[in-house]
C-alpha cells in the first residue's frame, strides 16, 4: 500500500480555510482550534468560550474534519438551534471541504441527522392510519378543514422532497398535520418489517450519516444516543458541542416524560380496535379517574406522593401493562395490523413507563413531579410531568466517560469561572478562570472509573467591549414589582427609545411584560414597535433589521436567537433580572436540594439561570466589529443586591454607568453619527 501523505497540522489547514473563504487569522481562532485539536488527540475534555465574531465554528470543524479524515473516525456536532445547523450543513462545511480537499487528500463529507420525527414516514402517509385528533379539534370545524389542507399538500410534497426533512417545507404545516405523516422512533416499525425499507427517508438519512466523516445533528439527537441508549449516531469518537449553554435544558427536556388523562384515553382508543374490550376498558376507567383527581390537584411541584394520585398511578400502570400483554408478541401478521399494533404499542409504553417512573420519583428523588396545565387561562388540561433533578451525573457517565467532548459558546463562564456550568454538566470543579484544569473528586465515578480530566479555556471576543458599548443600570427605579411593568420603567424606555432613535430591542422576562411595554410605547413614540406574538418571530426580526428606526419587543427566544447587525440594533433593553419563576417546579426543586446539601440553592440555580439569560441578551448588542451601543438594564437589583456582582461578572466587561443622562446624550450621539454617515 503507498504510504499516506502526511496531513498538515491544524495550524496549517486552518490558514488555508481562513485564504480561501477571503478571511484574516485571527488569534482567538488560532488558540481555539488548537485548544481542540489538542483535546481530540489527548482525549481531555475542552470547555472553550470564544465570543462573537471569533470564527468559532471554524476553528472547530478544521480539527474535526482533520482527525475524522486521518483516524477514519466520525466526528458528531451537535447545535441546539436549526439556524445554527443550517450555517453548518449549507454554508461552512461545503466551503471548508473544498478548501481542505488537497490537504487532506480527499474532499471529506458530512451530513445531518435529526430525529426520525423530523422525517416524512412514508408507510404513515400512505397506511392512512391517522392521529388520534385533540380533543378541541374534534369540535372545531375549522381546525378539522384546515388540517384535511394541510394533508393534503403534505401528500403533494411527498412526491417533490428529496429529503423528506420537515424543515424543508415552506410555509410549515401545523403539529397536528406533521403527526399523520410521521412516526416517533418507539411507533416505527422497523426497516427490515417495513414495506418501505431502505427507501424510507430516515432510514436514508442514517445511511448517509453513517458514511460520513461529520455528522451535525442537534442536542435532543446527541441526549437520546448518549444518555437514553438508543443508538441513532454513527459510532463516534468525539463530539463537539455548541451553543453549549443549553445543553442542560436540551437533555432535561429529552429524559422530561408526561402523563395525561388524554394520553391515556387515546392509547385505550388505539388498542381497543385489537384486544378484548373489557382490557382496554380498564385504561378507560383509569384515565377518567386520573382526569378527576388532576383537576383537583393545584398546579406546581408535589413534593410528596398524595395516596389516592398513588392508587390511580397504580391502576394506570396495571391498566397499561394489561394491554401490552393483551397485545400478545409480534406476529407474522399483514402490514397494516404491524402498523396499528405497533402505534398502540407504543402509546401504551409511554403511559406505562410513565405512571412507573412518576410512582418511583418519590423513593429515590433523583426525578421532580409536578401538574402542569392552565385550565383556566387557555384550556390545557392539567398534566402530570417527571424530570430530573439534575443532569450532570448522566452526562458524565454517558458522555464525558464515553467519548471525547468539546463545549463551546460565546457564554460559557458565569461569574469570571466555568465551574458554575461545569457543575451542571458533571465536570469537577477548578479553582482556576482562564484557564482551568480539574480532575474528578466526586464520589460518583465515570463509567470506567477513571477521573474525568478537562480544561476551560476563554479565548476572548475580538470586540473591544469597553470602547464600543455601555451597560447602563437603572439603579434609580425601584425594584421591579409583581404586578406588571411599572409605570416608571415605561418611562424610562420611552426616553431611552426617544434618545436611540428607535433601534430597540426589548428582551422581557415575561410575555405580559412584553406586550404591556409594546402597547404603552405605540402611543408614546414615533417609531414602530413590533411585538413577538404579532407576526412569526423570524419575519418580524427580519422587519426590525430592515426598518433601523423600529423597535422589537419579546422574550425568551429573542434573548438567544436575534442576530442583527449594524444601526438596527444599538440599545437592549432588559426590564427585570430574568430569575426562574418562584414557581418553576425544576428549578425551585434543585434550589431546595442545593440548600438541603449545605449549599446556596439561590445562587447556585436561580442567580445563575439569571446569568446566563443575561449574557445572552447582553450579547445581542455587538453583533459585527463596527456595532456600538447600550444595554440597559433596568432592574436596580443588578447594582444594590449582594448577587449584584455575580450577575455583572457574567456580562461582556461594557463601560458601566448608573446615570440615565449619560446613557441618553450617548445614544443620541450614536443616532446622529448614524444619520451623518448616510
Ligand atoms: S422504516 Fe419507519 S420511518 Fe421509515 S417508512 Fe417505515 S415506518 Fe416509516
Not at 482551568?436 to 470586540?463: C, H, Q, Y
Not at 414615533?526 to 426580526?541: I, K, N, P, S, W
Not at 450617548?666 to 448616510?678: I, N, P, Q
Request: charged share 25%; aromatic share 4%.
Amino acid at each position: 500500500m503507498p504510504a499516506k501523505t502526511a496531513i498538515p497540522d491544524t495550524r496549517a489547514l486552518l490558514a488555508t480555510a481562513v485564504t480561501s473563504v477571503g478571511g484574516a487569522e485571527r488569534q482567538g481562532q488560532v488558540e481555539m482550534a488548537e485548544a481542540v485539536d489538542h483535546s481530540i488527540r489527548t482525549g481531555e475534555h475542552l470547555a472553550v468560550q470564544a465570543g462573537t465574531g471569533t470564527g468559532k465554528s471554524l476553528a472547530y470543524l478544521v480539527p474535526s474534519l482533520r482527525h475524522a479524515v486521518a483516524e477514519e473516525a466520525t466526528v458528531v456536532i451537535s447545535t441546539a438551534t436549526i439556524a445554527l445547523q443550517r450555517q453548518l450543513v449549507d454554508r461552512d462545511l461545503p466551503r471548508l471541504s473544498k478548501a481542505l480537499k488537497k490537504e487532506l487528500g480527499r474532499e471529506p463529507n458530512f451530513a445531518i441527522l435529526k430525529g426520525r420525527r423530523n422525517y416524512l414516514c412514508m408507510h404513515r402517509l400512505h397506511s392512512g392510519a391517522p392521529e388520534e385528533p385533540d380533543d378541541g379539534a374534534l369540535f372545531d370545524p375549522f381546525a378539522v378543514s384546515r388540517l384535511g389542507r394541510e394533508v393534503k399538500r403534505l401528500h403533494e410534497w411527498s412526491s417533490e422532497t428529496e429529503t423528506g426533512d420537515r424543515d424543508e417545507l415552506v410555509p410549515g404545516v401545523t403539529e397536528q398535520a406533521w403527526k399523520q405523516v410521521s412516526v416517533t422512533a418507539r411507533e416505527c416499525l422497523g426497516v427490515a418489517k417495513c414495506p418501505i425499507g431502505v427507501d424510507c427517508f430516515a432510514e436514508r438519512a442514517r445511511a448517509e450519516a453513517g458514511k460520513a466523516d461529520v455528522v451535525v445533528t442537534n442536542h435532543a439527537m446527541l441526549a437520546i444516543d448518549a444518555i437514553e441508549g438508543f443508538q441513532v449516531l454513527p459510532e463516534h469518537d468525539v463530539v463537539v458541542i455548541d451553543e453549549a449553554h443549553d445543553l442542560v435544558d436540551r437533555v432535561t427536556s429529552v429524559a422530561t416524560e408526561e402523563l395525561s388523562a388524554a394520553a391515556i384515553a387515546s392509547a385505550a382508543r388505539r388498542c381497543g380496535r385489537l384486544i378484548d374490550q373489557s382490557v382496554a376498558d380498564r385504561m378507560v376507567e383509569a384515565s377518567e379517574g386520573l382526569a378527576m383527581l388532576l383537576e383537583d390537584l393545584p398546579v406546581g411541584r408535589m413534593d410528596e406522593l398524595p395516596r389516592a394520585l398513588a392508587g390511580t398511578l397504580a391502576a394506570v400502570r396495571d391498566a397499561s401493562h394489561a394491554c401490552i400483554s393483551s397485545l400478545g408478541p409480534e406476529r407474522k401478521e399483514d402490514v397494516e395490523g404491524a402498523t396499528n399494533r405497533k402505534l398502540a404499542l407504543s402509546l401504551l409504553e409511554e403511559v406505562h413507563d410513565g405512571a412507573v417512573r412518576i410512582l418511583d420519583a418519590f423513593d429515590d428523588e433523583r426525578d421532580v413531579v409536578w401538574v402542569s396545565g392552565d385550565f383556566a387561562d387557555r384550556g390545557r388540561a392539567p398534566t402530570l410531568r417527571v424530570a430530573p433533578l439534575g443532569v450532570g451525573g448522566l452526562l458524565r457517565e454517558k458522555l464525558f466517560g464515553k467519548r471525547t467532548t468539546v463545549l463551546t459558546s460565546a457564554t460559557l463562564t458565569l461569574g469570571g469561572t466555568f465551574d458554575t456550568l461545569a457543575r451542571q454538566w458533571g465536570l469537577p470543579a477548578s479553582s482556576q478562570n482562564r484557564r482551568a484544569e480539574g480532575t474528578a473528586t466526586e464520589k460518583e465515578p465515570p463509567s470506567d472509573s477513571a477521573p474525568i480530566r478537562w480544561t476551560g479555556l476563554d479565548v476572548g471576543s475580538p470586540f473591544q467591549h469597553g470602547s464600543s458599548g455601555i451597560l447602563y443600570v437603572a439603579r434609580h427605579l425601584p425594584p421591579p414589582g409583581r404586578d406588571g411593568l411599572p409605570p416608571s420603567y415605561v418611562d424610562e424606555i420611552e426616553g431611552l427609545v426617544n434618545a436611540a432613535g428607535g433601534r430597540t430591542l426589548g428582551l422581557f422576562s415575561s410575555m405580559r411584560a412584553a406586550k404591556a411595554a409594546a402597547e404603552a410605547l405605540r402611543d408614546k413614540v414615533e417609531y414602530t414597535v413590533f411585538c413577538q406574538g404579532d407576526d412569526a418571530t423570524g419575519q418580524l426580526v427580519k422587519k426590525f433589521a430592515e426598518d433601523p428606526r423600529s423597535c422589537l419587543f419579546g422574550t425568551l427566544s429573542l434573548w438567544q436567537g436575534v442576530d442583527v447587525p449594524g444601526p438596527s440594533l444599538q440599545l437592549v433593553v432588559m426590564d427585570r433580572i430574568p430569575f426562574p419563576r418562584p414557581d418553576d417546579p425544576l428549578a425551585s426543586a434543585r434550589q431546595k436540594a442545593v440548600s438541603e446539601r449545605g449549599g446556596n440553592g439561590f445562587l447556585t440555580v436561580a442567580a445563575t439561570h439569571a446569568a446566563l439569560l443575561l449574557a445572552q441578551g447582553a450579547g445581542r448588542l455587538l453583533r459585527s466589529m463596527n456595532d456600538k451601543g447600550v444595554v440597559a438594564i433596568l432592574d436596580p437589583r443588578l447594582a444594590t443586591a449582594r448577587y449584584g456582582g455575580f450577575l455583572r461578572a457574567s456580562l461582556p466587561p461594557y463601560w458601566t454607568t448608573y446615570d440615565p443622562e449619560v446613557v441618553r446624550a450617548a445614544l443620541k450621539r450614536l443616532d446622529a453619527a448614524v444619520e451623518a454617515g448616510k
